[in-house]
Nanobody
Framework: VMLVESGGGLVQPGESLKLSCVAS????????MSWYRQAPGKERELVSV????????NYVDSVKGRFIASRDNAKNTAYLQMNNLKPEDTAVYYC?????????WGQGTQVIVSS
């Protein structure tokens, strides 16, 4: 079982990034997908949840209107489109797959927003 995030990097405020999370080793379409982030010195925070058929269930208030979660079950991939990035979005971003008692995590991808 693997979840591999990619797409992070260093960007300036106002720019965009699209994170990807590629899944393998399990039936991706049966799992809800979540994006979390953890900033230095802070607890891990839930950013978004998207269910098995692509319905978004939750966004943390600070990213509403800027971040869009999506998934492509044919490609076993979840995405997080991040627009109008702010310095406070700086964090390591993780994807999580969850179904019943099974939970899998990716290794994270670093996002730094700085001028």
């Amino acid at each position: 079982v693997m979840l591999v995030e990619s797409g992070g990097g260093l960007v300036q405020p106002g720019e965009s990034l699209k994170l990807s999370c590629v899944a393998s080793g399990f039936t991706f379409s049966n799992y809800h997908m979540s994006w979390y982030r953890q900033a230095p010195g802070k607890e891990r925070e839930l950013v978004s949840v998207i269910n098995t058929i692509g319905v978004r269930l939750n966004y943390v208030d600070s990213v509403k209107g800027r971040f869009i979660a999506s998934r492509d079950n044919a490609k076993n991939t979840a995405y997080l489109q991040m627009n109008n990035l702010k310095p406070e979005d700086t964090a390591v971003y993780y994807c999580q797959a969850i179904s019943g008692a099974n939970t899998y995590w990716g290794q994270g991808t670093q996002v730094i927003v700085s001028s």
